[in-house]
């Protein structure tokens, strides 16, 4: 099995890698390293199915081998990121998607588009289904994250239909686990690194905004499952949990045993108020459902934080 793995160097393709690399698939990563971490690829660089390419998806994608599967990850993802790099994330999720269709139709391979719970923007419907078409703001501070993966699904889904190219959507809410970025401004990175520095746990607005948190090996298996199936479709991968930031500040303090204080700062613009994803479809379709308890996860992430920071 030939897997090509845009993104790879990033949180969620490094899970996925080392799943593939078990498996004795034979990987190919692209990544511009731009967000993704080089050390996230460093296990895997002995090993004889294992290829890095430094490549930049906004470019015309030259590979020899045969390819079974292309999976588009490639973007910044987090709102910091995404602020920072807002025409490069433009590009991934546009230039960068067509890009890779454009290999996998080539190379008659099936493909898998990571988008994401941004696809609905700040949601007037909870739980999200997939049929909801969203409420984003077009030109907004997360529009270029948001709108550049809205196009990304309206290119997977004229592929499909155009050329009948084996195609499916994951859409990621928000997962955590080991590998995270530290340093990029998520929420429960943000709070484990300042729980145990014991400085103050920053909750933006009052902390009333709900999330829904999926372990990463729950989202990876989630993944596996869509992309192995025949279902030319669109799946919600996320935890249905939903808890506000001040559960997820106060749950965070106290499985570190922090002294940290809370301080509440201002509420970034269009920052959605709600996310809990609807996975009754990927349940049935797919027969998966996230397994690790949140309480679990953050337990390992905190973990994994403290060992990477010291
Ligand atoms: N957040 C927070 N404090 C932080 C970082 C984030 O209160 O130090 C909030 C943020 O405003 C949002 C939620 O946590 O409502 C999740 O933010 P994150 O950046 O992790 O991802 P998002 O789900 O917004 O893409």
Known sequence: MNILITGGAGFIGSHLIDKFISKKYNVIVIDNLLTGT??????FLKNENFTFLNLDVQ??????????????????????????????????????????????????????????????????ISPQPETYWGNVNPNGVRSMYDEAKRFAEAAVASYNRIYNLDTRIVRLFNTYGPKMKINDGRVVTNFISQAISGEDITIYGNGDQTRSFCYVEDTVSGIIKAMESDSSEVFNIGNPNEITILH?????????????????????????????????????????????LLEDGLIKTI????????
């Open 38 to 43: 080089k050390k996230n690829l460093d296990p």
């Open 59 to 124: 470019n015309h994608i030259e590979i020899s081998q045969d390819l079974d599967y292309v999976l588009h990850l490639a973007s910044a993802a987090s709102p910091k990121a995404y602020t920072q790099h807002p025409i490069n994330t433009l590009k991934a999720g546009s230039i960068g998607t067509i890009n890779t269709l454009g290999l996998a139709k080539a190379k008659n391979a099936k493909y898998l588009l990571t988008s994401t719970s941004e696809v609905y923007g700040d949601p007037q």
């Open 248 to 292: 997820l500040a106060e749950k965070v303090i106290s499985l570190t045993n922090s002294k940290s204080q809370i301080k509440f700062v201002e509420l970034p613009e269009d920052d959605p108020m709600q996310r809990n994803p609807d996975i009754t479809k990927a349940n049935q379709k797919l027969n998966w459902y996230p397994e690790v």
């Open 303 to 310: 973990e994994w934080v403290k060992k990477s920071i010291h």
